[in-house]
């Protein structure tokens, strides 16, 4: 048998093997292109492990892990998170998120205090949030890689596989201006050059882990690993809901032509509502 | 706090940091004193139901000291308060309550929303964040 022959041979093997274990569209992979998906590709989702209801934050968990897990700052970082805790505690929070921009990544998986839904579609699982404008990530597990020259945004290109029931995510070209962040008031912009490898899994029946190995080499020391706990909700008042950041700085009122509008409302620098004159 | 001293009363801090943790979502409560609480009688104005803070502005009485001014009073999301049993219809203008807050630091009108009583009901408002950190609640 010709070398070529043996060598498309291995990597059918190799294909046959990873399709086994790793859902992928039935459509050949063709660069620039989404293939339909077919039955197959549907069924598949079927074998992934159930990850369906809503997940709310083990808030006391994240802010545990402020002493029992500091992030490796650069010294000269280490200052300015050292400023703004004193500022905190001092009563005087900056806000990092008071203009309603995305958390993004990572700052959404570590500091949400909200619920959160995972969707799995053939060659993409996707991540629902509350607050914040319904932020959202697209997870593509159909096998590609990022792209060459990905546009910079809040949440990043993202990538994902199935190792068993883990799923793997690689996330690349996230704003510099992005927070990094352990408290609303107290983190750094990421700087640029952001890498974020998470580790997904139940680990438990009603108990989702989600690892976060977080390289941001301009302001850390060295890659900063974390684990962050989420609760599975089936009852139905846990749905999630609308959230529109931007909402809560207006009230409901009138245009001047006598319509419902929303009429801004003023708020100090720390972003507290100030209460219309009596 | 600016004319509250008489009406302020120490927490033990364990609870302090409880209630901190229950309240906060999209910015920092630090501008918030939880180790003080202040307690106003007053009428609804607004029940502002929307993200990322709730807010309740309540036309507050003069009494003990504290003139008669308007309170901003926050709260976590609507979704949040929603898994907590509460609706946007908790409130209404012209409700009378009876509120407990913590207070901003800077001495405004403003406070986070710790309980709420309606006079006329009895009916009790509180939020606990920390009530969802366990999975299959109902």
Known sequence: MPIRALTNLAAMLAAAVLASTTPLPAAAQTAGTNPPPAARDWADLAKLPDWSGVWTPNISDQNAQIKSNPLPWLPAVQTVISRLEAEEKAGRPKGLWVDCLPLGMPGWMIKSHNALELLFT????????????????????????????????????????????????????????????????????????????????????????????????????????????????????????????????????????????????????????????? | MRHTTHLIRKLAASAALTLAANVQAHHSFAMFDFEKAVTVKGTVSEFQWSNPHVVLYLNADAANGVPAQQWALELTSPGNLTRGGWTRHAFKPGDKVEVELSPLRDGNAGGALRKATLVDTGKVWTSNLRASEKPGLE
């Open chain 1, 122 to 278: 053939p060659g993409r699982v996707t991540v629902l949030g509350e607050v914040d404008g319904n932020r959202l990530r697209r997870i593509y597990t159909d096998g590609r890689g990022h792209p060459d020259d990905p546009d910079p945004s809040f949440h990043g290109h993202s990538i994902g596989h199935w190792e068993g029931d883990t799923l793997v995510v690689d996330t690349i070209a996230v704003l510099p201006q992005t927070y990094l962040a352990f408290s609303e008031a107290v983190g750094v912009p990421n700087g640029g050059d952001l890498h974020v490898v998470e580790r997904i899994r139940l680990a438990s029946p009603e108990l989702l882990h989600w690892t976060l190995e977080i390289h941001a080499p301009k302001v850390l020391s060295k890659p900063w690993t974390t684990t962050r706990i989420w609760f599975r909700q089936r009852a139905r008042k846990y749905d999630i809901a609308e959230g529109v950041c931007l909402q809560g700085y207006r009230r409901s009122g009138r245009d001047s032509d006598g319509f419902p509008a929303f009429l801004t409302i003023p708020q100090t620098a720390l972003g507290n509502p100030v209460p219309p004159a009596k």
